[in-house]
């Protein structure tokens, strides 16, 4: 079973600039989504347009889930399992927290 969480982060970059943004910190991302076990799991993505797709698994889990950069935000869908659910709301503002982060370097 699967828990949905979302989180929107707006910006003031336009939508290329937020997506190269995304693009070159997503790895840190990725780290916020996993609580700190991410040497424990291993992430693939792809890009769609301005659509970046990702799933990880290790350990029996598996996280997946959708980021959108549009012009003025960018949304994130995430999937977390059972393992994380548990603990998504701070999983929530360490992710919000650390997309600003990625947003605000220039």
């Known amino acids: 079973m699967t828990r949905?969480?979302?989180v929107n982060v707006p910006h003031s970059l336009g939508k290329e600039q937020a997506r190269q943004q995304i693009a070159?910190?997503?790895a840190g991302i990725s780290k916020q989504l996993?609580?700190?076990m991410l040497g424990m799991l291993s992430f693939q993505e792809r890009w769609e347009e301005d659509r970046l797709h990702f799933e990880g698994g290790g350990l029996g889990q598996k996280i997946?889930?959708?980021?959108?950069?549009?012009a003025d935000a960018v949304h994130i869908q995430v999937d977390l399992p059972d393992l994380l659910a548990v603990i998504a709301d701070r999983i929530v503002g360490t992710l919000k927290q650390q997309t600003q982060k990625v947003l605000a370097k220039q």
């Open 4 to 6: 949905p969480i979302t």
């Open 24 to 26: 070159l910190g997503f």
């Open 34 to 36: 996993t609580g700190g």
């Open 64 to 70: 997946s889930g959708r980021l959108d950069v549009t």
